[in-house]
């Protein structure tokens, strides 16, 4: 089982930047990881999969926006945001799953990213 906890969250002005970090509680190595947001009224999305070799899928408007990464050795995760847009406000959490899995197992408890116009 995986632990994950999100940190970086906070209030910035449109057109400003932000880096989410997660931690876990252990080896990341076998999991996709991923980032997801929720909007108030608005369902849970996907923002970011990042998979084991490093690769990164991007998910609706914030490709060219966003970067998530992931560091192995330091089972550890980010999500960094430029260009933060108020529609970016949002509860990010940080997600895993194993390989064989199809659903996320493990959720964050997540953090508030609130952009200003």
């Known amino acids: 089982q995986v632990q994950l906890v999100e940190s970086g969250g906070g209030l910035v002005q449109a057109g400003g930047s932000l880096r989410l970090s997660c931690s876990a509680s252990?080896?990341?190595?076998?999991?996709?990881m991923g980032w997801f947001r929720q909007a108030p009224g608005k369902e849970r999305e996907s923002v970011a999969t990042?998979?084991?070799?490093?690769?990164?899928y991007y998910a609706g408007d914030v490709k060219g926006r966003f970067t998530a990464s992931r560091d192995n050795a330091k089972n550890t995760v980010y999500l960094q945001m430029n260009s933060l847009k108020p529609e970016d406000t949002a509860v990010y959490y940080c997600?895993?799953?194993?390989?064989?899995?199809?659903?996320?197992?493990?959720w964050g408890q997540g953090t508030q990213v609130t952009v200003s116009s």
């Open positions: 252990g080896r990341i190595d076998s999991y996709i």
């Open positions: 997600v895993a799953r194993r390989i064989m899995v199809s659903s996320y197992e493990y």
């Open positions: 990042i998979v084991g070799s490093g690769s990164v």
